[in-house]
């Protein structure tokens, strides 16, 4: 057996010491910086909003006599005060902007594709068996708009956006083909909607013709889930093709002369780079919030969103339209999709004003029951199109829609 060392330690050096009491104090200031920051934020200053406000942060659900009861809403509210504390939000982007830089991105939401192509986990690896479950939840909706709709007079054209993994699939999955649980999805509900006498029109082979005739053009964002501007024409014009070559044409007046007039260009961080968790802070403007880049990597990421303005022609007077016309013929539920050119696009391609009713949810779920509403208000469309992206019948807005 060894023998004891009874040696009394060195003492620490006044370096040492000043090393341990920094690390001490940084580890306490961090510890206290979120309930500090909550504190003065929402109490004594009495503000509602977030300090920062982040796409790809945690928000805990609302609390529920069950939730509470069981012990998970408190853990869950803790993470979400916790990932709001801006010392927090500085933390996680760096963190995630150095496993990026890496090439070991993480991320539970965002999948990195090839050449810094995005995508949304849950289109490139969909729930097929919640999909199945879900199919009379989705033909009984379908069904309730469509018969709104035509006790209103008028007829219903579903607008089935693809989710961009599937229009661009050589970057979402190895080798270039959609997988068995994704390949088949979009032309089933495309079966259910005409098996329930629903007029809709393939816009996943529209955009696949589009990208083989003009090879050079990117129809969706790199890192952003909606389409350019080029995306949305060719779907539009593929839904205009089918509404008046099919038996809706009968229902509307003769083409007018609609034209583009003018565009804005905005440098914008798309949605899945905030998801990703990298470092962007949401701020409002006019139509709600979006990505403002907080960083160099972010900055490189961001990419330029062109919209587009519209005007018709009428005894030579050039009149804008706005989508706000109520006595148009053909009426849009959309979503962002809608809102990224696509109720515009539509208008150009049928040569008519349309009457737009957007809100954002890619089920397309809240835009269709403010339609509803409108139709119970004396609203007569000739013509509702409305949008519905691929990914969102997946998404909790469709466990049971009630519209």
Avoid at 191 to 202: F, M, N, Q, V
Avoid at 374 to 381: D, E, H, K, M, V
């Amino acid at each position: 057996m060894p023998p004891t060392d009874h040696r009394t330690p060195a003492p620490q050096t006044p370096a040492q010491w000043a090393v341990r009491w920094h690390a001490v104090a940084l580890a306490t200031l961090l510890l206290a910086s979120v309930p500090v920051v909550h504190l003065v934020w929402h109490g004594l200053l009495g503000r509602q909003e977030p300090p920062i406000r982040s796409r790809g942060q945690y928000t805990a659900p609302a609390a529920t006599w069950a939730n509470v009861l069981d012990g998970s809403w408190m853990p869950a509210k803790e993470r979400e005060l916790r990932e709001a504390s801006p010392i927090a939000w500085w933390l996680r982007s760096g963190w995630n902007e150095l496993l990026f830089r890496a090439g070991t991105p993480r991320s539970e939401r965002v999948q990195v594709g090839r050449d810094e192509w995005f995508f949304l986990a849950a289109t490139v690896a969909p729930d097929r068996a919640l999909f199945e479950r879900r199919a009379a939840v989705r033909q009984r909706v379908f069904a309730t708009v469509r018969d709104a709709v035509r006790a209103a007079g008028g007829e219903l054209f579903v607008w089935l956006v693809p989710d961009k993994a599937r229009v661009y699939p050589e970057y979402a999955f190895a080798g270039g083909e959609l997988p068995a649980a994704k390949a088949p999805l979009y032309g089933e509900v495309l079966g259910e909607l005409r098996g329930l006498g629903i007029a809709t029109a393939d816009m996943a082979a529209a955009l696949a013709a589009a990208r083989t005739a003009l090879p050079a053009e990117e129809l969706y964002f790199r890192r952003d889930t909606h389409w350019r501007p080029q995306g949305a024409l060719a779907a539009a014009r593929a839904v205009a093709a089918a509404i008046e070559g099919g038996d809706l044409g009968r229902w509307l007046s003769p083409r007018g002369e609609v034209e583009l007039a003018g565009k804005d260009s905005i440098r914008m961080v798309g949605d899945l780079t905030a998801l990703l968790g990298l470092a962007t802070v949401e701020v409002a403007h006019a139509g709600g919030w979006h990505a403002e880049p907080m960083s160099l990597l972010t900055e490189r990421l961001a990419e330029t969103r062109d919209y587009y303005g519209i005007v018709r022609r009428e005894r030579g007077a050039a009149l804008p339209i706005g989508g706000d016309d109520d006595a148009a013929e053909v009426w849009v539920a959309g979503t962002s999709f809608s809102e990224e050119n696509g109720w515009k696009a539509l208008s150009l391609a049928l040569g008519r004003p349309v009457r737009v009713v957007l809100a954002r949810g890619a089920g397309g779920t809240e835009p269709a029951r403010a339609l509803l509403q409108r139709l119970a208000q004396g609203a007569r469309p000739k013509v509702v199109v409305w949008e519905i992206v691929e990914r969102g019948l997946l998404e909790d807005e469709w466990a049971d829609p009630r519209l």
